[in-house]
């Protein structure tokens, strides 16, 4: 069964449709992209899956359960945990407690302390786990966002420009950090400027342009696609 689902999904703001029937799926095991010229309306659609804005006509449906009128809390409940594009960490606690917030919120909050450790060795993060997270740069701050979402034992993941600031060994680490979560059975959906991330690590790919689909495909696919290309120039 899909993990994620999204349906119609139309989101106005004023006379501009930010979304504009917006239909696509995540699949566990998958890392499914999903990209587009600036403004063409990703992060709306992450906000529409995990309940920060409703969408004035369509369905987002998770694990083959309608959650269009749940808030986004429960959603995290039902295993979805995102990253934002904007670091959000709480500044002053460590990195470790940012972790442990989490992850006394979700289903391994008996063993919360322990699930941390794991998941700070697992991203290279135990040598600065005791250091206050609003003191990162950028890179390690994005690995901290993600060591959260993490933390809550997510089965479909969406990530904001995760690899926004990383330098090129720690997106080629990060690249292997996705597979192997998908590998696991983690749905993952991966919004990401960084083409040569997107294209060696995704299974999937959807194409979003001004609120549209305007392709789904496996990378090869995607590539050489002409609408793709045109989207893309006519950015430029
Ligand atoms: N709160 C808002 N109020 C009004 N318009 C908005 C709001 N949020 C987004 N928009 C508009 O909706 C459209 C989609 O924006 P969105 O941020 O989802 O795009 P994006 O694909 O994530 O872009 P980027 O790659 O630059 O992050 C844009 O035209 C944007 O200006």
Known sequence: MASLVVEGV?????????????????????????????????S?????????????????????????????????RHGLARTFQRLEPFGRLSVRDNLLVAAELGPERRR???????ILDRLDLTEIADSAAGTLPTGAGRLVEVGRAL??????????????????????????????????????????????????????VHVLDLGKVIASGPPDAIRRDEAVLAAYLGDA
């Open 10 to 42: 139309t989101v106005a703001f004023g006379a501009d449709l930010a979304l504009d029937g917006v239909g696509l799926t995540a699949e566990p095991g998958r890392v499914t992209g999903l990209i587009g010229p600036n403004g063409a309306g990703k």
């Open 44 to 76: 709306t659609l992450f906000d529409v899956v995990s309940g920060l804005r409703r969408p004035s006509s369509g369905r987002v449906v998770l694990g083959g359960r309608d959650v269009t009128r749940m808030g986004p809390a429960r959603r995290a």
């Open 112 to 118: 919360a302390a322990s699930a941390v450790a794991a």
């Open 151 to 204: 933390a809550t034992r997510p089965r479909l993941l969406l990530l904001d420009e995760p690899a926004a600031g990383q330098d090129g060994e720690e997106t080629a680490r990060f690249a292997a950090l996705l597979r192997s979560l998908a590998d696991e059975g983690t749905a993952v959906v991966l919004v990401e400027h960084d083409m040569g991330l997107v294209m060696g690590v995704c299974d999937e």
